[in-house]
């Protein structure tokens, strides 16, 4: 049972953990099985009918693919983060992204979408290799993009790559009673709760803040009973489930999920400030930031701006120096470890994104992504200032 009276950071601790005292054991087991022994053959039968159809019998999982009660337990916790009847874990956010589609595409052949979106889910939407069509909207004209045949609206906050906030109260309002997906994986369920505020479906690439640590490639859907069953019988026929190993890395790290959230985003704060002063920088797009919210959503749809920010340099070329130039921080995609990341969206995240949209959405040839990882802030901020410099001179050089 979801035990949504406790507080977050007690839920983190001792989410998904209910059945371990019975078992004799304190840490998390790890179910490596890839089948389970039948002791009754009718019974067996009947687990496997009822899983196939997206149901759950814990006790005769059958087959790895059908239920593991390593993954199972994460998925009690993620829920219980998210204040979800249930959640629904994955192979990648991009296999969770496409388990939603399919599971929408049974209700209608229409989706609405905001961008921008992570460039692999705008990828996925827009190829319309799930036979789905797709309206693009603007986040005040989403009432306009529906169609009869609309079976989910989706939207990401903070998107990826812009750090640009959406109303999810307001899209859920436009939406006029259609299942509306948050993507909120920069938020992770620390900062926001998209259910909370009338959203039906609460999607995070695990992959990032969730694992953390860089190591574990995951996806997650938290949600209620009827979707959450459509979900794992999207799962079931398709096979994207989650290995348990990496479940139980993701349920590992749920503990310290709180503290690493607040220490990088205290970090980013300070990397914030300082970006902007600087004469190397155009412009930095963080919520955190006067005026980086607009909408006034941190402090009530959000609990904290977070620790990405993305910042504009005068070109592509500028931009390529900066990123060859740091030492401390990695030059690479992803996002939401322990360590710092730093990467160019239009050239490497966002690179399938129609060019079009991409100017619309703002992710220029002179926009970088930070994602501001657990180090002392002044030695990842002396990283960037020499890199700065080193762009600097040389952009300087060829002027
Ligand atoms: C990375 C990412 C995804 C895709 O997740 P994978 O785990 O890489 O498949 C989806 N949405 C957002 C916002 C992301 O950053």
């Not at 949600?223 to 990496?246: C, D, F, Q, Y």
């Not at 992803?334 to 050239?347: C, E, F, N, W």
Request: glycine share 10%; proline share 5%; with cysteine.
């Amino acid at each position: 049972m979801p035990r949504h009276d406790l507080s977050f950071e007690t839920m983190a601790v001792h989410g998904g953990r209910e059945d371990l005292a019975a078992l004799g054991v304190h840490a998390l087991p790890i179910d490596l099985s890839s089948t389970y022994p039948l002791n009754d053959l009718a019974r067996g039968g009947e687990a496997l009918e009822l899983m196939a159809m997206g149901g759950q019998d814990k006790t005769n999982p059958v087959y790895s693919r059908l239920y593991n009660p390593t993954v199972g337990r994460f998925e009690e916790a993620l829920a219980q983060l998210e204040g979800a009847d249930e959640s629904v874990a994955f192979a990648s956010g991009m296999a969770a992204m496409t388990a939603c589609l399919l599971a929408a595409k049974q209700r209608g052949s229409h989706v609405v979408a905001v961008r921008p979106l992570y460039g692999g889910s705008d990828h996925l939407i827009a190829s319309g290799m799930l036979g789905l069509d797709v309206t693009w909207a603007q986040p005040d004209n989403i009432h306009e993009a529906l169609r009869s045949d609309t079976a989910l609206v989706i939207a990401e906050t903070p998107a990826n790559p812009t750090l640009a906030l959406l109303d999810i109260k307001s899209v859920v309002a436009q939406a006029r009673g259609v299942p509306v997906l948050v993507d909120s994986t920069f938020a992770t369920p620390v900062l926001q709760n998209p259910l909370k505020l009338g959203a039906t479906l609460v999607l995070h690439s695990a992959t990032k803040f969730i694992g953390g640590h860089g190591d574990v490639l995951a996806g997650v859907v938290a949600t209620n009973v009827e979707w959450a069953t459509e979900l794992r019988k999207v799962r079931v026929i398709t096979g994207s489930v989650l290995h348990p190993l990496a479940a139980y890395l993701l349920h590992r790290g749920l503990p310290t999920l709180s503290l690493r959230i607040r220490a990088a985003q205290e970090g980013a704060k300070v990397l914030a400030q300082k970006l902007k002063d600087h004469p190397g920088v155009k412009a930095v797009h963080y919520p955190g930031l006067e005026g980086g919210d607009p909408c006034g959503l941190i402090g009530t749809q959000m609990r904290g701006p977070g620790s990405l920010i993305a910042f504009e340099v005068e070109n592509f070329d500028f931009a390529s120096t900066l990123m060859g130039s740091v030492k401390l921080m990695t030059p690479a995609v992803s996002l939401g470890s322990v360590d710092t990341l730093i990467q160019h969206p239009a050239a490497l995240t966002h690179r399938v994104v129609d060019a079009e949209a991409k100017v619309h959405s703002g992710i220029g040839a002179g926009l970088l992504r930070l994602s501001v990882g657990l180090e002392n802030p002044e030695d990842l901020w002396a990283d960037l200032e020499q890199a700065l410099v080193k762009a600097m001179a040389k952009a300087g050089a060829h002027a």
